[in-house]
């Protein structure tokens, strides 16, 4: 299972730095105010981040919760964190979140395989 983590960024590596090489000044600018965004400010990145999950389980991103949870669990966020979080996300989002719920599951446990 922790192989999902590895392909999912190595594959975001590798399309981020073909996007990149085109040098398209709007997406860079989305990338560098999507960076920017989540840097230490009038709230912490640990709460960025949490929010940045909320969201994106509401928006039913799969590629932007895992992103989420990676850079969370970097942030030393702790699983009954990340629960709660999601349980807003699916709150809000109703129970057509719940797929994406199960797949944000999984790629936590990938998480604490691979990094733990």
Partial sequence: MADIVNE?????????????????KIIKRIFNLDTNAFQ????????????GLVASTVLRC????????EASYNEGIT?????????????????IVIPHLRR?????????????
């Fill in 40 to 51: 230490e400010g009038a709230l912490d990145r640990k709460t960025k981040e949490l929010l």
């Fill in 8 to 24: 999912f960024n190595e594959y975001r590596a590798k399309m981020n730095d073909k996007i990149l090489a085109d040098n398209n």
């Fill in 62 to 69: 799969d590629d932007c919760v895992k992103y989420h949870l």
């Fill in 104 to 116: 944000a599951y999984e790629y936590w446990e990938a998480l604490e395989k691979n990094k733990g």
């Fill in 79 to 95: 699983k009954e964190e990340i629960a709660e979080t999601l349980s807003i996300g699916t709150l809000i989002g109703g129970t």
